[in-house]
C-alpha cells in the first residue's frame, strides 16, 4: 500500500463538520440562528427602471434609509434585471427585514426587495491513492463506480463548480476549463482586485474579528478544489485520486472568499454557468451541463437565487446543492431548500446519515461525505495555511463533498445521453439510488449509485 505523502487529515471533524452548512458569516451561529449581518440589499422593479429613477422610488429609498440611518447607493445590475444596492454599514437581519419592508411598503414597483446575504463553503467538515476512495467502491457505503465508468467518463459534459476557486494541482489541471472570479468586492476577494476571468485561489484565511466582531480566526480552506478535484481528477495517470467523472472538464467560478460570498455574486455564476448573460461579462463559450454548488445559509429560498436556478434549468443545466451541516432539517437551507434543485445529504462508511448531515422532505438524495480522519473523502487540496503551498491531498467530511460525488455520477450520466432534461436527471438518480445500508431518516432516495444511473441514462435514449 502506497503512504501517502503530504495528506492531510488534522482537518476532520473540528474544523470541518463544525463548521456547518455555508452559513452567512458567524462564527457562533447554530442550527435556526438568523443570518448574520449584510451590508447589500438587492432590488428588483416590475418595470425594469434602475433606483432613483422616479420620484417614489427615490422616496421609498431615502425613507427606508433614514429609518435604519444608513445611506444607500447603487452598486450594479444584475443578469436578472435586479439592482444591487450597498450600504454604507452592515445591517442584522432585523434591520435589513424592516428596511426592505419600508421599501416595498413605499414603491409598488417594486417586484421583491431582499437581503444581499453572505454565504460561506459547506466544510466541516491505476491512480495511487485509488484505495483510499471507499466512496467509490465500497460494497457498503460507496457509489458503484467502478461499473459505471464501464459504461462512462463524463467526456463531454462541462461541471461547474461554484466554490472558492481552485489552485492548479498537478492531479487536476488536465480537466480544468480557464473560469471565471465573480467575487465583486476585495474585503472578500483577497486577491487584490474585483470580478475578473482568473478563478485561482489565492486562499480565504482571515484573522480573528476580519469578518465581523469577534469572528474566529481560520486557514485557507482550499475548498474548491478539494471539490473540484472529487467531480474530475485526473485518472488512469498513475498518481493521485480518481475522479467520479475523470473524463468531464471542470469550470471554476470564483464566488466564495474570505468570510464567504454574496447571494448576487453566487446567482451571476449560476447564470453565467449555463450561458446566459451576465452584464459586463462576455459569453460563456463552455456552458455547464452540471451546476455544482457546496454552500448555502441559513434562510429562505431568495428570489434571487430562485431566479438564477431556473435560468439555468431553462438553459438545460443540472443544479445540485450540499443540503448542510447542521444536522438540521435542510429546508432552512439556502440554495438547498430552493425549487427545481437536487439536494445532497452525507452519508458515512456504513452508509447510514453521517453526523453532521442535515435531512428533511427536502433532501433528494444522500452520496457520500464521510465523518471524519480517513472516514472522510480524499481529493485534491493544498498544502498553504495561509497562502498557496505545495500541492497535496487531504480527507475532509461533509455535505460539500458529498455533492460533488452526485455532480459527478450527473455527468457521467449526460455523457451517457446528452438528451436528459434537468428533471429527468432528478427523476433517474433518485430512481436509481439503492437501499440505506444503515439508518438513514430523512436522506431523501437512497444512496447514489452510479452503476444503476447510467444504465437508467442510456435506457433513457
Not at 426587495?113 to 491512480?127: I, N, R, Y
Not at 498537478?170 to 486577491?191: M, P, Q
Not at 435560468?311 to 425549487?339: F, H, L, M, Q, Y
Request: aromatic share 6%; net charge neutral; glycine share 10%.
Amino acid at each position: 500500500m502506497h503512504q501517502l505523502p503530504r495528506l492531510f487529515t488534522a482537518l476532520a471533524l473540528a474544523s470541518l463538520v463544525g463548521a456547518a452548512l455555508a452559513r452567512p458569516v458567524n462564527d457562533h451561529l447554530v442550527p435556526g440562528d438568523e443570518p448574520a449581518p449584510t451590508d447589500r440589499l438587492i432590488i428588483k422593479y416590475r418595470s425594469g427602471v434602475q433606483p432613483f429613477t422616479t420620484a417614489r422610488g427615490e422616496a421609498a429609498i431615502r425613507v427606508a434609509s433614514n429609518r435604519q440611518g444608513v445611506n444607500m447607493r447603487h452598486l450594479r445590475a444584475m443578469s436578472s434585471g435586479a439592482q444591487v444596492m450597498q450600504l454604507n454599514r452592515r445591517l442584522n437581519a432585523q434591520e435589513a427585514e424592516a428596511m426592505v419592508q419600508s421599501l416595498r411598503a413605499g414603491d409598488p414597483d417594486i417586484e421583491y426587495a431582499e437581503p444581499d446575504h453572505l454565504l460561506q463553503p459547506l466544510m466541516t467538515p491505476s491512480d495511487s491513492y485509488y484505495s483510499y476512495q471507499w466512496s467509490l467502491f465500497d460494497a457498503t457505503a460507496g457509489i458503484r463506480a467502478p461499473a459505471a465508468w464501464d459504461k462512462a467518463s463524463g467526456a463531454g459534459i462541462v461541471v461547474a463548480v461554484i466554490d472558492t476557486g481552485v489552485r492548479k494541482h498537478a492531479d487536476l489541471t488536465a480537466n480544468l476549463l480557464a473560469g471565471r472570479d465573480f467575487i465583486s468586492t476585495t474585503f472578500i476577494s483577497n486577491d487584490g482586485d474585483g470580478r475578473d476571468a482568473d478563478a485561482t485561489d489565492p486562499g480565504d484565511y482571515v484573522t480573528a474579528g476580519y469578518c465581523s466582531t469577534g469572528s474566529a480566526a481560520a486557514n485557507s480552506s482550499w475548498h474548491g478544489t478539494h471539490v473540484a478535484g472529487i467531480v474530475a481528477a485526473a485518472t488512469n495517470n498513475k498518481a493521485g485520486v480518481a475522479g467520479v467523472a475523470w473524463g468531464a472538464k471542470v469550470l471554476p467560478l470564483r464566488a466564495l472568499g474570505r468570510c464567504g460570498g454574496y447571494t448576487s455574486d453566487i446567482s451571476d455564476a449560476i447564470s453565467w454557468a449555463a450561458g446566459n448573460a451576465v452584464s459586463g461579462l462576455p459569453t460563456n463559450t463552455t456552458p455547464a451541463r452540471v451546476i455544482n454548488l457546496s454552500l448555502g445559509g441559513t434562510a429562505a429560498c431568495s428570489k434571487t437565487s430562485q431566479t438564477a436556478i431556473n435560468a439555468a434549468r431553462a438553459k438545460g443545466a443540472v443544479v445540485i446543492v450540499a443540503a448542510g451541516n447542521e444536522k438540521a432539517d435542510a429546508s432552512t437551507s439556502s440554495p438547498a431548500n430552493c425549487t427545481g434543485v437536487i439536494s445532497v445529504a452525507a452519508t458515512g462508511k456504513t452508509g447510514g446519515r453521517a453526523s453532521y448531515s442535515n435531512y428533511g422532505s427536502t433532501v433528494t438524495l444522500a452520496a457520500p461525505g464521510g465523518d471524519g480522519g480517513s472516514s472522510g473523502i480524499l481529493s485534491t487540496w493544498n498544502a498553504g495555511t495561509t497562502t498557496p503551498g505545495a500541492d497535496a491531498y487531504a480527507y475532509m467530511s461533509g455535505t460539500s463533498m458529498a455533492t460533488p460525488v452526485v455532480s459527478g455520477v450527473a455527468a457521467l450520466m449526460l455523457s451517457a445521453n446528452p438528451k436528459l432534461t434537468p428533471d429527468q436527471v432528478a427523476t433517474l438518480l433518485k430512481s436509481s439510488a439503492r437501499a440505506f445500508p444503515a439508518s438513514c431518516s430523512g436522506c431523501g432516495a437512497g444512496i447514489v449509485n452510479a452503476e444503476a444511473a447510467v444504465a437508467a441514462a442510456i435506457a433513457a435514449k
